[in-house]
């Protein structure tokens, strides 16, 4: 069964740090790319983060520079670094794949950025 586990979330201050961690099962993590979305209250889903098989990663405006992506594939994992945490990073983040033409989605995990 293919599935993905995220983790890692919680209430962190403006300029504190949290890591995400997305667990992959099911599947063989170095032949897929990952990406990391969120979402946000009466916002649309949106992508922040991905990063290939090969490794490159790439980022949306608003948070390059503060995030980073990475793998350990030998631990079936993806990992997404925040720093410089924004209270306009408070959403539900996701991490998530195309796995045999479907997108295969984690279960979510908050992050709130509040004082």
């Known amino acids: 069964q293919v599935q993905l586990v995220e983790s890692g979330g919680g209430l962190v201050q403006p300029g504190g740090s949290l890591r995400l961690s997305c667990a992959v099962s099911?599947?063989?993590?170095?032949?897929?790319?990952i990406g990391w979305f969120r979402q946000a209250p009466g916002k649309k889903r949106e992508l922040v983060a991905s990063?290939?098989?090969?490794?490159?990663?790439d980022y949306v405006d608003s948070v390059r520079g503060r995030f980073s992506v990475s793998r350990d594939n030998a631990r079936n994992m993806v990992y997404l670094q925040m720093n410089s945490l924004k209270f306009e990073d408070t959403a539900v983040y996701y991490c998530?794949?195309?796995?045999?033409?479907?997108?295969?989605w984690g279960q979510g995990t908050q992050v709130t950025v509040s004082l």
């Open positions: 998530a794949t195309v796995y045999s033409g479907n997108w295969i």
């Open positions: 099911g599947f063989t993590l170095e032949y897929y790319a």
């Open positions: 990063i290939t098989p090969g490794a490159t990663s």
